[in-house]
């Protein structure tokens, strides 16, 4: 285990009354003038965000409106926001949806006190020293962005999705009412419980391995969203469960599950490329990456993916054969991801099979050029992302 | 599963060199003359607080001294913290110590700003509105104070120990560096663990038990501190083993392990009273009285009790017996605070069995004169206390 530092500032706010305190808590935060930033139809369509207008203005709160986030959301959508919100004198913005609202919510509030352009914190040519407060109402649990440091923003002229950490845009408040993801569609709902098993696999696996707290955090987490994703499949207005995925969806990624431990990331790093380049979900594609990263990275770490085969799959152990057992938890994660209707590989993520130019692309934009390599438990170079993305490229069975 | 908040604002800083950031959390939370709080000998003598006092001085902050706190900490000494904070002009208060410490900082903090008399707040009369910044450094895990909301001060005069909870009083910093407490003798270091575990198994059993999320991190988090009480008490340099415990400390009375659920703290209550009227450890208490309160509330919540026995003490299920799993776990309980040098009856505890106007004291305070009832599983009102209190008092086999 190493050192850590843990700060979670966000004040949640979780259940079927949650969101009458959206006129308190922005108050509260010192909201006065507020851009309300929301994505596509749903979130106005259900009236959420006409019901969130209503309560701020019942509270005396001066609002602002920006829809239109799309998901892998968009630099210029951020110029937008950051324009209206000098043009307005907005000092608060509250998110309305996803981690994609969330994410151009945050990456607003980073540009609007900056002198600079706003793509310089994800160029690495600065590192944000201020941000407007944010807050978020959060209807699509996965990204887990309403309690991490994190923002990714895609660059639409660029095609780079990159991702800036900062405690500065951690959300004051998150108002999380589980009744708002009763009708998200089964294939968001999947890959949702995908990427948030996988914010806890980022750090499950990494150089350490003697954190048992962290572990049994872990465990008992991924068991959990394993076991819900199945049952809201099955019920979509399954409160209790949908509950389940919305909580763990933001402890999965508020570092909690990190303590003592590292990121790794590669997986998510390999993923942003594919998002990038086919505009796929998210969470489908870390599903058709992750059992190739598992098999490549698994030498010489077979005891810990053996404990992650019995804690979290269900695995028999098989003392005298750690990388057995191993191997059939990878079998088992790809046997669930097949159960939830995600792919364990690129033809079936994108309907045929990535070209080696695509791959090479990919490989030049995930590894800057040859320059940087990824991940914790072992070192991703690009020889070695272009060997993760090939095995990931070829069908299964 | 009810509707929640959550709010966990304290930074953490955990590890070896923790430490040394002193002088850089007091000055990034605005501490520019801080009083120094802290207990007895061993924190002096170890050189911490003379280190501390250094790291400070070397930030360019100025200090006022202020040692001597006891276990179960006193008013009368609140009192004097609170005059010389005033006459000092102190901005900050900087708890150097355990539990007990941090709680007579916190007291400290919220008389500062206040007009009337301190002792209000506990004795319900007003609610603090404002409150001084309190950090701490933290040295003996088990109170959980670090993170919580929670003050428990005793009226030294009225002999009475109460709590009160408020985030206001929040640690903006808690350091953390586990091997402060290898020095921890073996009895505080088991009435710890015990202390660590009832702040969760005190959630645990409520009135719902639904939310399986919580439940696999209460469950985890209670089997590593079992298994890492064990290995600390053998070995009492075991790094690793210390900091799952410290950090458990943390997370078991942060609200981690309460959301959906609420707090039962009904064996708490009634061992605030032992630990006043006999000054006990609170934890070796709380050892001393669970089993009584748990076979007391058993009936109805056998399933519950079963889901502890099989998920957090490791008891075989037998489904067709779920009142003989549930029994079983009470005693792997029981077995676990006798293997931990713990005792797990009041004659064990104070070396004699309480006399009846002792029992009948303990029930007339803790009870309000027959006014208040206690817990969230089973309501328990005075008539039900003095029957726990009375199956405590039999000698254990």
Same mark, same amino acid.
């Given at each position: 285990?190493?050192?850590?530092?843990?700060?979670?500032?966000?004040?949640?706010?979780?259940?079927?009354?949650?969101?009458?305190?959206?006129?308190?808590?922005?108050?509260?935060?010192?909201?006065?003038?507020?851009?309300?930033h929301y994505g596509?139809?749903?979130?106005?369509?259900?009236?959420?965000?006409?019901?969130?207008?209503?309560?701020?203005?019942?509270?005396?709160?001066?609002?602002?409106?920006?829809?239109?986030v799309?998901?892998?959301?968009?630099?210029?959508?951020?110029?937008?926001?950051?324009?209206? #919100?000098?043009?307005?004198?907005?000092?608060?913005?509250?998110a309305?949806g996803?981690?994609s609202v969330i994410?151009s919510?945050?990456?607003?509030?980073?540009?609007?006190?900056?002198?600079?352009?706003?793509? %310089?914190?994800?160029?690495?040519?600065?590192?944000?020293?201020?941000?407007?407060?944010?807050?978020?109402?959060?209807?699509?649990?996965?990204?887990?962005?309403?309690?991490?440091?994190?923002?990714?923003?895609?660059?639409?002229?660029?095609?780079?999705?990159?991702?800036?950490?900062?405690?500065?845009?951690?959300?004051?408040?998150?108002?999380?009412?589980?009744?708002?993801?009763?009708?998200?569609?089964?294939?968001?709902?999947?890959?949702?419980?995908?990427?948030?098993?996988?914010?806890?696999?980022?750090?499950?696996?990494?150089?350490?391995?003697?954190?048992?707290?962290?572990?049994?955090?872990?465990?008992?987490?991924?068991?959990?969203?394993?076991?819900?994703?199945?049952?809201?499949?099955?019920?979509?207005?399954?409160?209790?469960?949908?509950?389940?995925?919305?909580?763990?969806?933001?402890?999965?990624?508020?570092?909690?599950?990190? #303590?003592?431990?590292?990121?790794?990331?590669?997986?998510?790093?390999?993923?942003?490329?594919?998002?990038?380049?086919?505009?796929?979900?998210?969470?489908?594609?870390?599903?058709?990456?992750?059992?190739?990263?598992?098999?490549?990275?698994?030498?010489?770490?077979?005891?810990?993916?053996?404990?992650?085969?019995?804690?979290?799959?269900?695995?028999?152990?098989?003392?005298?054969?750690?990388?057995?057992?191993?191997?059939?938890?990878?079998?088992?994660?790809?046997?669930?991801? #097949?159960?939830?209707?995600?792919?364990?590989?690129?033809?079936?993520?994108?309907?045929?099979?990535?070209?080696? %130019?695509?791959?090479?692309?990919?490989?030049?934009? #995930?590894?800057?050029?040859?320059?940087?390599?990824?991940?914790?438990?072992?070192?991703?170079?690009?020889?070695?992302?272009?060997?993760?993305?090939?095995?990931?490229?070829?069908?299964?069975?």
């Amino acid at each position: 285990m190493k050192d850590f530092s843990f700060y979670t500032p966000t004040r949640v706010v979780f259940g079927r009354a949650s969101e009458e305190q959206v006129g308190s808590l922005v108050s509260w935060y010192g909201g006065h003038r507020v851009l309300v930033h929301y994505g596509g139809g749903s979130a106005v369509r259900s009236g959420l965000v006409g019901k969130m207008l209503d309560l701020l203005h019942a509270s005396g709160i001066a609002t602002v409106e920006l829809g239109g986030v799309v998901p892998n959301p968009l630099l210029s959508m951020v110029r937008r926001g950051i324009a209206l #919100c000098r043009e307005q004198q907005v000092d608060f913005i509250l998110a309305v949806g996803g981690g994609s609202v969330i994410d151009s919510a945050k990456a607003i509030a980073y540009g609007v006190p900056y002198d600079g352009d706003v793509w %310089d914190f994800w160029a690495g040519k600065a590192v944000p020293q201020r941000a407007l407060p944010v807050g978020c109402v959060l209807t699509i649990p996965a990204a887990g962005s309403e309690m991490s440091s994190s923002c990714v923003i895609t660059h639409d002229e660029l095609g780079l999705k990159r991702g800036v950490n900062s405690d500065l845009c951690r959300c004051r408040f998150a108002i999380m009412n589980p009744e708002r993801t009763f009708t998200l569609p089964p294939y968001q709902t999947a890959a949702g419980a995908v990427d948030i098993m996988m914010h806890t696999m980022e750090r499950y696996f990494c150089r350490y391995d003697d954190m048992a707290l962290t572990d049994a955090l872990a465990e008992g987490l991924l068991r959990t969203v394993k076991d819900s994703a199945v049952a809201v499949l099955r019920n979509p207005q399954d409160y209790v469960n949908r509950a389940q995925i919305m909580w763990a969806g933001s402890l999965a990624h508020n570092d909690l599950t990190e #303590c003592g431990y590292e990121k790794d990331f590669a997986t998510h790093r390999l993923e942003h490329e594919l998002s990038t380049l086919y505009d796929v979900t998210h969470g489908a594609g870390l599903a058709a990456l992750w059992g190739s990263w598992a098999r490549h990275v698994l030498p010489g770490h077979e005891s810990r993916f053996a404990q992650f085969a019995v804690n979290v799959m269900g695995v028999t152990a098989r003392y005298g054969d750690l990388p057995g057992t191993a191997l059939r938890g990878i079998e088992a994660m790809e046997a669930f991801y #097949c159960q939830l209707g995600m792919p364990t590989s690129i033809p079936e993520l994108i309907g045929r099979p990535a070209t080696p %130019d695509e791959i090479a692309l990919m490989v030049e934009r #995930c590894s800057r050029g040859g320059t940087m390599q990824l991940g914790s438990i072992e070192r991703i170079d690009a020889s070695a992302m272009a060997t993760i993305y090939r095995a990931a490229n070829q069908p299964r069975p």
